[in-house]
């Protein structure tokens, strides 16, 4: 057998790459009081219908997946167009950090406790079912316990860099 090399593409042209990929942008949150942690996700998905089951990707050093690990839950919260300064405020850019970042919204809890953005398009209230770490970033599989469905209006999306909406 012979010997096959494999050949990575360089990282900031796969980023370039990627960035022409649009995608849905949300809020992943933890914690209860001044313990609460969160940051924006464009890395989600749903992995299955039965049993309810999502994943999100977090850089490996994020202190919000160090959280997440802690508290054992988590929430997703997909955000509409009129989130966008929550989005820049969780994304870390202003400097916001810990539970300052969840200042100028209505936050609620569902089954688990974890934080859940009262007004998003949709909430997805999980119990960590597993983490897989790969490379820079972990995958956390998410199993969903409850959930809300909100406002019926334009998404928030991320696409080139920048948030944009998806109607």
Known sequence: MSERRLHHADSVAFRHAMRSLSSG??????????????????????????PPTLF????R??????GLREAGAFSVNLLSTRHEALAHRFSGRGGVHGPRRFADARWITLATGAPILADALAAFDCLIEEVIERHSHAIVLGAVVSLQVGPDEPALAHWR???APLR
Request: glycine content about 10%; proline content about 0%; charged content about 10%.
């Open 25 to 50: 942008v949300a809020i992943v949150a933890c914690g209860d009081g001044a313990e609460r942690i969160g940051c924006t996700v464009t890395s989600i998905a749903s992995l299955a219908l039965t």
């Open 56 to 59: 999100i990707c977090l850089t």
């Open 61 to 66: 050093s994020s202190s919000t997946l160090a």
């Open 161 to 163: 860099g920048a948030y």
